[in-house]
């Protein structure tokens, strides 16, 4: 096979710089995948746009496996459009804010309801921040902190369940990935695998309520409460609370069972069928992607039922929100497509030996996932987009590390961490927006404000992978926990400001 050198490195070098410049992956993956054919053609445009489509986008659109994940997604995302539509998220969540009695309970309440919408990241902050925002009026917390509270739960816990859109964009990158590389491995397996030192997420989601336990904030969240109750004294919000007050009570009550059953009825589908090949010819990554769609496709038809019965919503018009929730999604699609076809064009150009024969002894392998944490981390803050920074790392890194031989989950990890983190931190990210819409929280407020939470977790990210590296074993999340509860009580007793008196 000839070997490219230098040029081999221009595709994802491309498609990383332009994410950062223009801020659209799908731009960016497009003319890195075409800057590969341009090489692979000798420079020949024409042929270059029709090897692209033939030999890449084509054939791995058409691959049996890729084919699942497009159709699972786009399930996934007509189920979630059923589900916002139907009003049953928001009775899930509005159950969890009866217990509300003080203001350490109503952020509490906030943080559980983030988590029980783990299916949508996006839809989170839609979903918890108008319903909790009165009740954070109520108890004279500001918005700020229900716009971090919201933001933290949102990508963080959609990416440890395996079976929702995260999960499954995941497994599509790792098995592609491995494929390349030459690899025998089922997806869902080494996500498994991968999941203990999913560190920026664990350390992120658990970092509200140790945060919480203390009573304290500090940094810009300290100065933005502060500022919240001298406004609230002098009755700047007076007028918009009522409004809000008496449009969240206008609002028809949904039954908790429309969320309730869907979810019931997924989950027990899922479990049937993994369960039933689990004690028969083992579970295979095909018998995963059946189940998710299978599950996903009962858990709709019973909420379209639902919505019949109980808001007298035609089969047509649910069906109807099916389809337009599978059309939010094509652009995850399209991200895919290009993601698979960027990485077997790495692979023809031999892009990963070339990295590799860079590196070489500069870097310790073990310590490689470090330096792939570091790289996501900053290019997600840059573009704001996770998963585009997961599918051209998992393309061009992957490979390094195998032939390093750094170790692949860790460097999985790496990626997702860094990803994560970037995203979080990022003024650009559709989360970090979104959470500032649903707290309707000033932008750039919010951002500031969950900068200095989110750095601190990301550190001791950075440092969980440097001990993993020396000690790998799942049990460094436990140590790492118990090493950010320490550090969040030394930080607020030096530095932090009491958040909320109660009046």
């Not at 659209?24 to 445009?45: E, K, Q």
């Not at 020396?470 to 460094?476: A, I, K, R």
């Amino acid at each position: 096979m000839e070997s490219y050198g230098f040029l081999s490195v221009i595709p994802p070098a491309l498609s990383v710089c332009l994410a950062i410049y223009t801020r659209n992956i799908i731009i960016s993956l497009t003319a890195g995948a075409l800057s590969g054919t341009l090489i692979l053609t000798d420079f020949n445009p024409f042929f270059a746009i029709i090897t692209l489509l033939e030999d890449h986008v084509f054939v791995q659109v058409s691959s049996s496996s890729n084919t699942q994940v497009i159709l699972i997604t786009l399930c996934i995302g007509g189920f979630v459009r059923m589900l916002e539509k139907s009003g049953g998220a928001k009775a899930f969540s509005s159950v969890i804010v009866k217990f509300v009695s003080n203001p350490v309970r109503g952020q509490l309440a906030a943080w559980v309801s983030g988590l029980s919408v783990f299916f949508t990241d996006t839809g989170n902050s839609l979903i918890v921040g108008p319903l909790f925002k009165p009740v954070f009026r109520e108890l004279e917390i500001c918005r700020e902190k229900l716009a971090y509270i919201i933001d933290t739960t949102a990508a963080p816990v959609s990416i440890l369940v395996p079976f929702v859109g995260w999960g499954v964009y995941i497994m599509s990158l790792i098995e592609n990935s491995y494929s390349d590389i030459g690899i025998e491995g089922e997806p869902f397996a080494v996500l498994l695998s991968v999941w203990p030192y999913q560190f920026y997420a664990f350390l992120a989601l658990l970092s509200v309520p140790m945060i919480l336990s203390t009573g304290k904030d500090f940094g810009p969240m300290a100065d933005a409460q502060k500022i919240y109750m001298k406004d609230l004294d002098e009755g700047v919000f007076d007028v918009e609370f009522l409004n809000a007050e008496t449009e969240a009570n206008s609002k028809e009550e949904t039954k908790l069972i429309v969320v309730a059953l869907p979810f019931l009825i997924m989950l027990a589908t899922l479990g049937f069928i993994l369960i039933y090949f689990g004690m028969t010819e083992g579970v295979k990554s095909v018998h995963v992607n059946a189940g998710i769609c299978t599950a996903y496709i009962f858990a709709s038809l019973a909420c379209a039922y639902l919505m019949k019965q109980y808001k007298n919503i035609t089969f047509n018009t649910s069906l109807d929100q099916f389809f337009k929730g599978m059309g939010d999604l094509i652009s995850v699609c399209c991200i895919l497509a290009l993601a698979w076809s960027l990485s077997s064009i790495c692979k023809e150009l031999q892009t990963g030996e070339y990295l590799a024969t860079l590196v070489g002894n500069r870097i310790d392998p073990i310590f490689f996932p470090v330096v792939v944490f570091l790289i996501g981390a900053v290019m997600s803050f840059a573009t704001g987009s996770s998963y585009g920074t997961f599918a051209i790392l998992m393309a061009t890194t992957l490979p390094v590390a195998h032939i390093l031989d750094a170790s692949l989950v860790l460097t999985i990890a790496a990626i997702l961490s860094g990803g994560l983190f970037g995203d979080h931190t990022s003024p650009i990210s559709d989360t970090t927006v979104l959470a500032s819409m649903g707290s309707s929280c000033p932008h750039i407020d919010h951002v500031t404000t969950q900068f200095y939470y989110a750095a601190l977790t990301g550190l001791l990210t950075m440092i969980a992978f440097i001990i993993v590296a020396l000690y790998p074993s799942p049990t460094v999340i436990i140590i790492m926990l118990a090493v950010q509860y320490i550090v969040i009580r030394a930080v607020m007793r030096f530095f932090g400001k009491i958040s909320v008196v109660e009046r």
